[in-house]
């Protein structure tokens, strides 16, 4: 073939799809054993010997290492504190998503992740084109224009001195209105598409409620008083060895025999960071463990041995439970068929009721068992891994800590934190009126939420960079090497003046692209062409309608619904209204916080609630149609005893995943929001016929560039990166 076939917008579409899945097939290794033993630096590694997760360990390497604080940490934390934590997550054994048949709250949390991550990993290793053009003025009301200003915002940190001014410009002031254009109309575009991520994470995401609740119950267990009255101590060595004590001291038997040497390793209870997460997920296995049992006793004595085997299979070493689901996948059976079939069990026949009752079970258990291997890797391990790397973090940010505590008011901040958290809170909980009528927010007022508190982070950051000079420089030096990471830089086969060095794209890393697509055979190269312009369009309309969506965002009004508009009166808490930046050593008095309602409350609040049925339109950002193709891709067991497997992203997936654990329905998804219709890229007019169909099509067709040129693509990114 020619050797320009891969045109500027071909490359680019064949890098964003390598990127898009690289990276979270790099999330996706964390769940085998032994995923950090190549991973590179901060963690064991070879000499010349590459990364076997590139792209994450060059964030790691370039936007945390460095980090002021954590450059502080020394390197046995990395290599013995954070290694052995996550080795541990990772012999744990957790559950996937394909046996519960529904999307689990960890693989909605790591695709989230995985969309967001990867446009760094891309801005990483194909740079930002330098833009010369500038704009003087921008209109906040207009979507073009604040796209525009983030273009530019972001070029000029990269290539400028933007951070520079703006940090000069807030310690003069706590306004936002004395900023200049660019950075008022940078802000809305980052306000707003903030607003957008916790709306789709906490409304349209089938599992945000329960995580709402999650956090809820964590948060009704912080005491708060106590922290803000130990913040306020004015020597800064007693304030954060208090601190230390309150979140971390351990008060038993044990901690005490421990330390004057007549027991070793013996497991000294819990402290308070311990006792939230662990009574947090208590309350989930009290739960599902009821549910079991009278699934338990529900069933006919064979029945009762299905459920038996179904729950042995939890418990399996990770090869087997991986064979089982291939077995499943290749035969499309249900992954219960499977496990019966795999057991040699006396009878491995159900109805269509058993079969959804003992998927139910299986999902129940495994559910239970991740609940207990956290707690057990998190609070019950010996020797603690958790709290003796949250000690070395504290001790490393002592720096900080002082620097801040003589600057900021402390205290203020965590109560303006307090009734921020509880002001989301209230409103991302969706519930109905005494008419049974559903009460949604839209993503408007989770942007109206922001406004209402945005002043304490400007007042935050005032203060910083008004009252320690020093410690706003270490930022400030750390933002522009971060930024400085995304310049184009030219390379022997990538010249300045060559059109792809001023486009979107790979970068430096085009020809090597171009020299991996020429590898393949002809046949192939003749299959991935049409792929790779499909993908473009399919980039240029998802651009083009979350565009549209941040326009709709910007001219609708806030929500009337009374329960809503209470939460911006200021007469449901506190507002944020902050004064002007006090001096160093001058904390502004605040009210003590309301004591927290029973941790019971949030749970029977929910119960007692008819079931509120969703229909919200989601709001800007392309991260989201990413987070709804990595759902398109991934695999759930058949809800029946034969037939494909689902996606994530399946009506009847998404509908079953809104359960809370005590197997009450948090919400029921309105037709396009269960079949994700609203955030879907449209491909033409028969989306409304097909488009889980043709979402499907579209990740089979990726599947192909994935296979001819994913590992080579991730070789190629750890020898361009491996520094050591």
């Known amino acids: 073939m020619s050797e320009e076939v891969l045109s500027t917008t071909r490359t680019a579409a064949l890098f964003d799809i390598l990127t898009h899945y690289n990276t979270y097939a790099e999330i996706r290794d964390f769940r085998k054993p032994g995923s950090l033993a190549q991973y590179g630096p901060p963690f064991h590694y070879e000499d010349q010997k590459p990364s076997t997760s590139p792209a994450l360990q060059t964030l790691v390497s370039r936007f945390l290492l460095n980090l002021p604080g954590l450059n502080n940490l020394p390197e046995k934390w990395w290599k013995v504190q954070c290694h052995n934590i996550i080795e541990n997550l990772e012999h744990a054994n957790l559950s996937e998503s394909y046996d519960k048949g529904v999307i ?77 254009p660019l950075t008022k109309a940078v802000h809305e575009f980052v306000l707003v598409n903030l607003a957008s991520l916790m709306h789709y994470t906490l409304i349209l995401s089938p599992k945000g409620q329960y995580l709402l609740k999650l956090v809820d119950n964590a948060n009704k267990l912080v005491p708060y008083l106590v922290i803000k009255q130990t913040v306020r101590i004015g020597n800064v060595a007693t304030m954060i060895n208090a601190m230390v004590k309150v979140g971390l001291a351990k008060m038993s038997v044990a901690s005490v025999t421990n330390w004057i040497g007549l027991t070793q390793n013996s497991d000294e209870g819990m402290n308070l960071m311990q006792t939230i997460i662990s009574t947090v997920l208590n309350w989930d296995i009290k739960d599902l463990e009821s549910r079991a049992s009278k699934l338990e006793r529900e069933r006919a004595k064979l029945g009762k041995e299905q459920l038996r085997i179904l729950k042995e299979y939890t418990t399996k070493p990770q090869h087997e439970q991986d064979r089982i689901r291939k077995e499943s996948l290749t035969q499309s059976i249900s992954i219960v068929a499977a ?30 068992r991740d609940r207990k291997q956290l707690i057990q890797v998190l609070c019950k391990s010996s020797p603690d891994h958790l709290t003796t790397s949250v000690r070395e973090v504290v001790d490393a940010y002592e720096p900080v800590i002082r620097r801040m505590h003589k600057a900021v008011d402390l205290s203020g901040t965590v109560t303006d934190f307090e009734y921020f958290l509880r002001d989301l809170i209230k409103l991302a909980r969706i519930q109905t009126d005494k008419s049974g009528k559903s009460i949604i927010p839209t993503v408007g007022d989770f942007v109206q939420l922001l406004r209402k508190h945005q002043r304490s982070c400007h007042v935050f950051m005032h203060q910083c960079c008004k009252n320690d000079k020093e410690l706003t420089g270490w930022y400030l030096e750390w933002a522009k090497e971060a930024a400085s990471h995304f310049k184009r830089e030219p390379d022997t086969d990538f010249d300045p003046s060559s059109a792809e060095f001023q486009e979107k794209g790979a970068g430096s890393l085009t020809p090597h692209l171009h020299d991996m697509f020429k590898s393949l055979p002809e046949d192939r190269q003749s299959q991935i062409i049409p792929i790779l312009d499909s993908h473009s369009s399919f980039l240029d309309k998802m651009h083009a309608q979350s565009s549209a969506r941040l326009q709709n965002v910007l001219r609708s009004p806030p929500s009337k619904t009374p329960a809503i508009a209470k939460i911006f009166s200021g007469s449901a808490s506190r507002p944020p209204s902050r004064p002007a930046s006090p001096g160093p050593g001058s904390p502004v008095e605040r009210t003590h916080s309301v004591p927290p309602p029973d941790p019971s409350d949030t749970s029977k ?120």
């Not at 604040?146 to 706590?174: C, G, I, P, W």
């Not at 009878?347 to 239970?368: C, P």
Request: proline share 6%; with cysteine.
């Open 605 to 724: 609040e929910i119960k007692d609630s008819p079931t509120p049925e969703v229909s919200s339109s989601p709001g800007p950002g392309s991260f989201l149609a990413r987070w709804q193709a990595l759902l398109d891709a991934t695999p759930i067991t058949p809800l029946t005893q034969s037939g494909p497997p689902k996606a994530a992203s399946s009506p009847e997936v998404v509908q079953s995943s809104a359960t809370d654990v005590d197997g009450s329905r948090l919400v029921n998804f309105g037709q396009e929001e269960a079949k994700g219709e609203r955030i879907r890229v449209d491909q033409g007019p028969t989306k409304r016929k097909s488009s889980t169909h043709e979402a499907r099509e579209r990740q089979k067709q990726l599947k192909i560039v994935i296979d001819a040129m994913g590992e080579d693509f991730r070789n190629l990114l750890a020898e361009k990166t491996c520094y050591w």
């Open 104 to 180: 689990g709250s960890r693989k909605t949390v790591a695709t989230a992740i995985s969309a967001l991550v990867e446009y760094p990993v891309r801005g990483t290793y194909g740079g930002l084109p330098e833009k010369n053009s500038q704009h003087a003025d921008y209109d906040t009301s207009n979507a073009e224009d604040l796209s525009r200003a983030f273009r530019d915002f972001v070029n000029n940190a990269v290539y400028d001195n933007v951070l520079e001014e703006m940090v000069n410009k807030t310690a003069q002031t706590d306004r936002l209105e004395d900023h200049p």
């Open 339 to 368: 496990i019966l079939k795999d057991s040699k069990c006396s009878s491995t026949e159900l109805t269509d009721f058993h079969h959804t009752q003992a998927l139910d079970y299986l999902s129940i258990q495994l559910s239970i």
